[in-house]
């Protein structure tokens, strides 16, 4: 019996011997009658609830389901705090594959292999292994040194390849260097130095490095996805998460919207409110 059908059943009980004990003028007669009434309708209110159990055995079951489906999933999101990534791409992204091991990425405009990294910790922790790709030539020798399950490649990742384009370092902040000439940041044309790098598509460099199967890919540079997703078979290599940067320009962000739209991936709603500026891409189911 329930806990709240015992306490009702025996609080009926007491009422009525308390009617026993002299204080209502009833028989004993009476007394043993309605103790015999209410043992009847604790029964009673117990056979009917067995049987409203017994008639919605697939609402029972679905609720059963759903607590075990939130039980199985843990929430590193809610729960953790990020290592090396700029804001939450790190537990997002380690939230969405559940601190898989041993999967394989490809980063983007990867910057510096552990400052603001959203692929460091899939390495270090968890055994991943992966490309890392940018344009700024100073990065190589430091992912030699500290990620030796990376393969790092300088090149700006675009819609062409075999040519050198120019490319705009920002010796102060290297991490806001782009493609774009007197980019503005904060209201500011940004003090940058022209330098000259290979370029390369997508496709060509995941071919020459014989990848086939990609888990997860990071990109970030500066509004130059569009023309870098130009030459990405995403039908192909089939990521199960991308990392975008999304900035604030709209016609940069309809036309993000536009490819993924087009090639089968949504964007991820469960992430929204900690993407601080970038969009979390899956495959359409």
């Not at 067995?50 to 079951?61: D, L, R, T, Y």
């Not at 980063?107 to 490309?131: M, N, R």
Request: glycine share 6%.
């Amino acid at each position: 019996m329930p806990l709240n059908e015992g306490v009702e059943c025996h609080r009926r009980k007491f009422e009525l011997w308390k009617i026993a004990e002299g204080r209502f003028p009833l028989s004993r007669f009476c007394v043993a009658a309605l103790l015999l009434s209410a043992v009847a309708a604790c029964s009673q209110e117990r056979s009917a609830e067995q049987s409203a159990v017994a008639e919605q055995p697939e609402a029972a079951a679905d609720v059963a389901a759903d607590s075990e489906a939130v039980d199985s999933h843990r929430d590193i999101l809610g729960t953790e705090k990020k290592l090396y990534s700029q804001n939450d791409e790190e537990l997002i992204i380690r939230d969405f594959f559940q601190d898989r091991r041993g999967g394989f990425f490809v980063d983007v405009g990867a910057s510096h292999p552990e400052k603001h990294s959203t692929t460091y910790y899939l390495e270090k922790h968890l055994g991943w292994t992966g490309i890392a790709i940018d344009a700024l030539p100073e990065y190589a020798p430091m992912y030699a040194e500290q990620r030796p399950g990376t393969k790092f490649f300088n090149f700006i990742v675009t819609d062409h390849a075999g040519t050198q384009d120019e490319f705009y370092r920002v010796p102060r902040a290297p991490g806001v260097s782009s493609t774009i000439k007197d980019r503005k940041f904060q209201g500011h044309v940004l003090e940058a130095e022209t330098i000259l790098v290979p370029t390369t598509t997508l496709d060509a460099l995941l071919d020459g490095e014989g990848v086939e199967n990609i888990d997860f890919v990071s990109m970030d540079i500066e509004r130059g996805a569009p023309k870098a997703l130009a030459e990405f078979d995403i039908e192909r290599f089939a990521p199960e998460l991308i990392c975008i940067e999304a900035g604030s320009d709209q016609v940069y962000r309809n036309a993000l919207k536009q490819y993924f739209d087009a090639h089968g991936y949504r964007r991820l709603e469960r992430y929204r409110k900690r993407q601080r500026g970038n969009w979390y891409y899956v495959p359409i189911d």
